[in-house]
């Protein structure tokens, strides 16, 4: 047709062939629409629905496992050191489908690196043969939020990235942006596909990262959740801080308030109970949440984590704002939700058949680096012309600072491995290994776990048990491993 216009011939033959053209098209759309469901009921059961993108339900095959275990704090490969029972342990993190930990490191070449250690870090550091030791481990995911995220600043950040990517490591909670740093990462499994988002609520200052504003660019950073801290005290108490308030020059700031005091930029709330109390910020959280629902969406499993010291080390409980909020990250689309930061263990919480970890404890603190920044140094009355890391080491480990009372007890060397077993799209199984790591050694050989003796394992399980009672889960003792049991098609409530 194109050639008879072109050529100017016979134009007469135009009319025809479009008349047979318009007939053919009639026929085609005549024939389709019999094709096209006449109702929404119809094309629900005949093929693509999008009504579901809201579901938050679990989409995994049978026998869909996660572990899920706490801080990584290494310095040096370990998988080849199979002798001290860590072979044990690394054999329960193979097995599982999605294996998590938080890597509360940097892994990079300190001699290649253009990095430097941060004013307000500790600066744990370690060397790029990590990367591939992790894998071997059996880690597929790790969180990367978390407030040593950038204590060599953006170069280790990225460097760390580098090398988790070169040993098809999956992790979230970094990146050039908030957006980036927030975003659900996510990994193919056999039995369904797991989404990962990071987020922390201790980091240092200049940690967080930023979204672009106008001409300013995005910080590149990690994801946040900052919490407003108040110090809960009784009423009492409060008169007795106004008037030291009152007596200031800016008495003026929080005076007709009377609940509350604002003394020195602390907050004090009355309370039946002397204490901490914390908010989350509400811009930060709904990022969060969005984070979390979206990961879900295009996922089959969603794990989210956090990162938080609140309120302490010294606590075995968790902050007063946890629970909600770790509700609102399940009812959002999460599937498991694991914190970390406090260094030992805290309750566990099963709502709505989906496991909530309030503390996982450590998994591997062996913290034996062997660079320090000079601020660490001055921080602890040590220096570096005299003094050894390995010393300063041992001091912060001893006393701690803050809120952290160092780790010379020996409940930060107890933690558990957590495998979460789901049959039908629901959490029918939890077994909670007991591990210690070595506390009783010398100095050079502690923090690497392996299955705890007998009766140590009594002793952890024991006090998770405890720890886990007010939020309702019942756990047993079985051959010295927990479990917490459920019935498919029943109550989140253990049978």
């Not at 098209?25 to 019999?34: E, K, N, R």
């Not at 499994?189 to 979204?211: E, I, K, N, Q, Y």
């Not at 921080?379 to 003094?387: F, I, L, S």
Request: net charge negative; proline share 5%.
């Amino acid at each position: 047709m194109e050639q008879l216009w072109k050529s100017g011939g016979n134009r007469s033959v135009l009319p025809v062939l479009c008349t047979l053209l318009v007939a053919g098209l009639a026929v085609q759309v005549g024939v389709a629409d019999t094709l096209v469901p006449q109702n929404t009921t119809e094309a629900v059961q005949q093929g693509a629905r999008y009504d579901d993108v809201a579901s938050t339900a679990t989409n995994v095959a049978d026998g869909f496992t996660m572990v899920a275990v706490g801080d990584l704090i290494v310095s040096s490969p370990l998988t080849k050191d199979q002798e001290s029972g860590f072979g044990l342990v690394v054999k329960i993190l193979r097995d599982a489908d999605v294996t998590f930990g938080n890597l509360e490191t940097n892994v990079f070449d300190l001699q290649a690196s253009k990095g430097s250690p941060q004013a307000e870090a500790g600066g744990l550091i370690s060397v790029p043969e990590v990367g591939p030791d992790l894998k071997t481990m059996g880690f597929n995911v790790v969180s990367r939020a978390n407030n040593h995220a950038l204590d060599w600043g953006l170069e280790a950040m990225r460097e760390t990235s580098r090398v988790l990517n070169q040993n098809g490591i999956v992790h979230a909670g970094v990146g050039e942006n908030l957006a980036q740093a927030g975003a659900a990462r996510f990994l193919e499994t056999a039995r369904g596909r797991v989404a990962l988002v990071s987020f922390a609520s201790t980091f240092t200052p200049l940690s967080r990262a930023a979204d672009p504003a106008g001409e300013a660019p995005g910080r590149p950073g990690l994801n946040a959740l900052r919490l407003a801290k108040s110090i809960v005290v009784p009423s009492e108490m409060i008169e007795s801080l106004r008037r030291i308030r009152n007596a200031l020059p800016d008495a003026a700031v929080g005076r007709d308030d009377p609940d509350r005091v604002v003394l020195a930029g602390a907050t004090y709330k009355i309370g039946e109970k002397v204490g901490y109390s914390y908010e989350a910020d509400s811009r930060d959280g709904a990022n969060i949440l969005r984070n979390v629902r979206q990961g879900k969406q295009f996922s089959d499993f969603c794990i989210v984590t956090n990162h938080g010291h609140e309120p302490g080390n010294w606590s075995q409980e968790p902050p007063d704002y946890a629970q909600s909020f770790a509700h609102k990250l399940i009812d959002a689309g999460a599937d498991a939700y694991v914190v970390h930061g406090s260094h030992l263990l805290r309750g566990i919480e099963i709502y709505k058949g989906r496991p909530i970890f309030y503390g996982v404890g450590n998994f591997i603190f062996d913290n034996l680096q062997t660079t320090e920044g000079a601020d660490m140094f001055g921080a602890y009355g040590k220096d570096p012309r005299v003094d050894t890391v390995a010393e300063l080491t041992a001091t912060t480990m001893v006393r701690g600072s803050g809120t952290n009372p160092g780790f010379s007890d020996a409940v930060f060397y107890e933690s558990v491995v957590t495998v979460s077993r789901f049959e039908q799209n629901q959490l029918v199984e939890l077994r909670l290994y007991p591990i210690e790591l070595g506390y009783s050694k010398r100095f050079a050989d502690r923090g690497v776990p392996r299955l705890a003796s007998a009766r140590q394992a009594i002793g952890i399980l024991e006090r998770l048990k405890k720890l886990s009672e007010p939020f309702g889960t019942q756990i047993t003792v079985e051959n010295g491993i927990g479990v917490v049991k459920f019935r498919p098609g029943t109550s989140s409530t253990p049978p």
